[in-house]
């Protein structure tokens, strides 16, 4: 099958396009059959950005040539005025421009939700604990020192007798002695 299509040139990041006539199976920028324009999208002040001898297009797709999409909407913008070319060219751009703020804006947006978000779960959580650590802490610092203090008043005692007659084997049996006189 013969198609209608692009075929890269150019240096590095400055693409530079022929059209041409070329066998389906042949790669992109291989063989052709025929040069019938060329596309340099990077052109720049007076530099002419397309060129197509549409005689010759209708001509191949006559034979049956197939023309690929890029190369249809290439044709269709030759056939305008270079007046209406720029004005669909910024007409283009400010769309691209228009969605790329709204993105910003909607990618903004979120952030300040997630922020307002963040900033709701931290303050309910802030508050309740702020209200209930002063009403529970009195409350276990009461009950511990009430039991810590029985608590350890025997435990305090008790070794100390158990002290004085481990000191003084002599007390401990006047002790005993005493209890088995009484």
Known sequence: MVVIR???SGAKKNPY???TVADSRNARDGAFIERLGFYNPSAKGQEEILRIDVEKIDEWVSK???VSDRVKRLIKDSKLSPEELDARK???KDKADAKKAAALAAKQEEIKKQAEEAAEEAAPEEA???EAAP???PAEEEAPAEEAAPEEAPAEEAPAEDEASED???ESSDSENEDEKS
Do not use: D, H, M, V
């Open 17 to 19: 396009y022929f059209i």
């Open 90 to 92: 910024a007409a283009k």
């Open 168 to 170: 003084n084997p002599e």
């Open 64 to 66: 049956g040539a197939q």
């Open 135 to 137: 009403e529970e802490a």
């Open 128 to 130: 309740p604990a702020e």
């Open 6 to 8: 692009l075929s890269r």
